[in-house]
């Protein structure tokens, strides 16, 4: 799960990294109010989960509440790369002598965190990986081992901090990071840019933080971050009746069992020259009821023509899988075709209880290759 | 021979009480698996079906000999489950649970791997050895035995694969679903090494999918270490960037994890990729005839 700048800094700050103060605001009045309560100049920023929102006018400086609060009408409203601007964040805007860089990664590859740290921040840290491959230390660290002193100061005069006082509280701050990343379960922990001000103090201007989602059981409060109106309808929707699904933006709605089986049947459609409109992961289980569920959120997509249904039978039962979608057929009264595939445990049994019913509407199909190509035939 | 499950494997299944263990630990055993045991604590004197159930994994060792062990108990007890059977001395650890917080797993991973104990998990499918041994949820029935290695990141897609290789009458030595969460005990390049020391396996598929570059350094591996014929598939060529595709580890982020790069980084090494599963099935029963 990704999080908001805010939710970030918030966590920033329970862990003891110097962040500016700042207020959320959903409307130019609260934008106004928040200036107020914090005095003097503040930055204007949207709240998005997508890059890029400094160049797209996402982000003002205000000299006052009244600008403020006009700066807050610009920018609620606005699309950044697909994401409608419906937050804010109103923070004391900060003097800035420089700008670094320093994140903490969960490195797959590696199976270690990764800090990284450079005093070229402030831009994409891509940039500065291919430009400027030396200026940019990289570090990773044992997890048995843990965080140890040692780390920071290979980061802070790897990357050439000459200053003392900077060093000081960089190597704190690093400290502070590995254990907002580890405790929170962060896949992501990044401050582009952490600033040092004129006066020398250094500080999180930005955060950008990324949650397993399977560690959310125990971070109630990181759970309750999630923002549902931001996601697409859709998704939501399905996040509501447990169903996994991506929206993608064809015509031909797409349900499998497992994960990479379901990928493969998108993959498949495109292969038969056809448009997928979702992902859709049915999972393990495959009750009738997760069945219909699956099959109401995929046809709440008006884009949906025909709907490809691929299931390999394992844990998942066939008869089960059959009964489920002649179900869904009478509660939601469904009229687009849909073409089915099965094979697996109980495979024969659930071809016979479709065939029995046999509404107009389904088609059954021996293979997986043939059933895509007849579903991607009837959204023509 | 075979890999990793064989007829030499002693089950032991931690979690074998609950519902899940107890359906699949006795479908593993009405297969032919040696299911030696079941760990559940508090539990210790009662039998499923006739298996005794211990109270800790040190017992099920030391009382009915099991050096392999099973796991089924909900992620937030996986973990300790894991440390549990490796410090009692089980060799091979299956773990089929999923949702396990990643760093958990990245502590598990850097505890067990200087051990030397074969981890495969979690949120993985299990090992299978056709006509020998079958050890978690993969349906037997869809496979046969054969000549075949299969390491899969995904379960239902490997039954695809396996059932389309089945149809065209040829048979799998050992399936492999190593999962498909971002830290998993073992990955391709594990178990490609065992494939290839492996007699009865003549040749292997590897069925990978979007996020990481576990494909693209097994590519590496294959070019560098491997003697027997390896075809591929891969999943997600549609996927969009940014968006889990239903396994946590299936992710492209940023320009890193395409299924694009990943075919193109295997057929570098000369393996051939398929565009669909039927397609992988099909190169490989035509190296097989001939």
């Known amino acids: 799960m990704d999080l908001y700048e805010y939710q970030g800094k918030q966590l920033f700050k329970q862990f003891g990294i ?23 100049p503040v930055v204007v920023k949207a709240q998005v989960l997508t890059g890029g929102r400094g160049k797209a006018g996402g982000v003002k400086l205000a000299d006052d509440p009244g600008d403020a609060e006009q700066k807050a009408q610009d920018i609620i409203g606005l699309d950044i790369r697909g994401h409608v601007v419906g937050k804010l964040w109103i923070e004391t805007a900060s003097d800035i002598a420089k700008e670094y860089y320093l994140s903490v990664t969960f490195d797959r590859g590696a199976k270690q965190p990764l ?11 891509e940039e500065v990986a291919a430009n400027d491959p030396d200026a940019l230390v990289r570090l990773h660290v044992d997890p048995l081992e843990g965080y140890q002193p040692w780390i920071a100061r290979r980061l802070v005069y790897g990357a050439g901090v000459d200053d003392p006082a900077e060093q000081k509280q960089i190597a704190d701050i690093v400290g502070k990071l590995y254990r907002c990343f580890v405790e929170s379960d962060a896949m992501l922990a990044e401050i582009n840019p952490l600033i040092v001000t004129p006066d020398g103090e250094v ?50 709605g797409i349900l499998g069992n497992g994960a990479g089986l379901s990928m493969s049947t998108v993959d498949v459609v495109v292969v038969a020259g056809g448009r997928p409109a979702n992902f859709c992961d049915l999972g393990g289980g495959g009750s009738a009821e997760g069945v219909v569920d699956a099959l109401e959120v995929i046809t709440r997509d008006p884009q949906v023509k025909s709907i490809f249904f691929n299931i390999f039978g394992g844990i998942t039962r066939c008869d089960e ?27 024969e049994e659930g071809r016979r209880i479709l065939a029995e019913a046999a509404p107009p509407n389904l088609h059954v199909e021996p293979t997986m290759l043939d059933a895509a190509r007849k579903a991607v035939e009837l959204a023509r | 021979m075979a890999i990793i499950v064989d007829n030499e494997t002693k089950l032991v299944v931690q979690g074998l009480t609950g519902s899940e263990g107890r359906f699949h630990g006795l479908r593993n055993r009405s297969y032919g698996t040696n299911v030696v045991a079941g760990v559940t604590p508090g539990k210790g004197g009662q039998d499923v079906d006739g298996i005794p159930v211990y109270n800790t994994v040190a017992d099920a060792v030391r009382e009915a000999g099991a050096n392999t062990s099973l796991i089924f108990v909900p992620a937030r007890f996986a973990p300790d489950a894991i440390y549990e059977a490796v410090d009692a001395g089980i060799r ?44 978690g949820i993969i349906p ?61 396996t003549k040749y292997v598929v590897l069925v990978g999918e979007i996020g990481g570059d576990e494909e693209e350094k097994a590519a590496r591996w294959v070019s560098e270490h491997m003697s027997k014929p390896v075809f591929s598939y891969i999943a997600g060529f549609s996927a969009p960037p940014g968006k889990t595709m239903g396994h ?10 395409t299924a694009q790069a990943k075919k193109e980084a295997l057929e570098a090494v000369g393996i051939r990729v398929g565009t669909t599963p039927t397609e992988v099935a099909e190169l490989v029963a035509a190296a097989a005839a001939v």
């Open chain 1, 321 to 347: 899988v059959a009964r489920g979608i002649l179900e869904a057929l009478e509660r939601l009264q469904l009229e687009t075709p849909i073409v089915v595939r099965l094979d697996g445990t109980n495979a």
């Open chain 2, 140 to 200: 037997a029935e869809v496979f046969q035995p054969g000549s075949i290695g299969l390491v899969s990141r995904s379960g239902t897609l490997t039954y695809q694969i396996g059932h389309e290789v089945a149809q065209r009458g040829l048979g799998n030595s050992t399936i492999v679903g190593i999962g498909g969460d971002p830290v998993v005990g073992s990955g391709f390049i594990d178990i490609l090494e065992k494939f290839e020391a492996d007699p009865e």
């Open chain 1, 115 to 125: 800090f990284m740290f450079t005093t070229q921040g402030g831009v994409e840290i």
């Open chain 1, 203 to 252: 500080k999180a201007l930005d955060s950008k933080f990324t949650v397993d989602d399977s560690a959310l059981y125990r971070h109630s409060d990181i759970a309750e971050f999630r923002d549902t109106s931001a996601a697409d309808p859709l998704e939501a929707f399905a996040r509501e009746k447990g169903v996994t699904y991506v929206k993608l933006d064809g015509d031909v």
């Open chain 1, 18 to 40: 110097p962040v500016s103060e700042g207020r959320l605001a959903t409307t130019p009045e609260q934008a106004r109010t928040a200036a107020e309560e914090l005095g003097g």
């Open chain 2, 248 to 257: 946590a580890g299936a992710i492209i982020s940023g320009s890193s994890g």
């Open chain 2, 92 to 135: 091979t650890v299956i773990c089929i649970t999923e949702h396990v917080p990643a760093h958990e797993m990245l502590r598990v991973y850097t505890y067990v791997r200087p051990k030397g104990v074969t981890l495969i998990g979690p949120n993985c499918p299990g090992v299978l050895s056709p006509g020998k041994s079958n050890v």
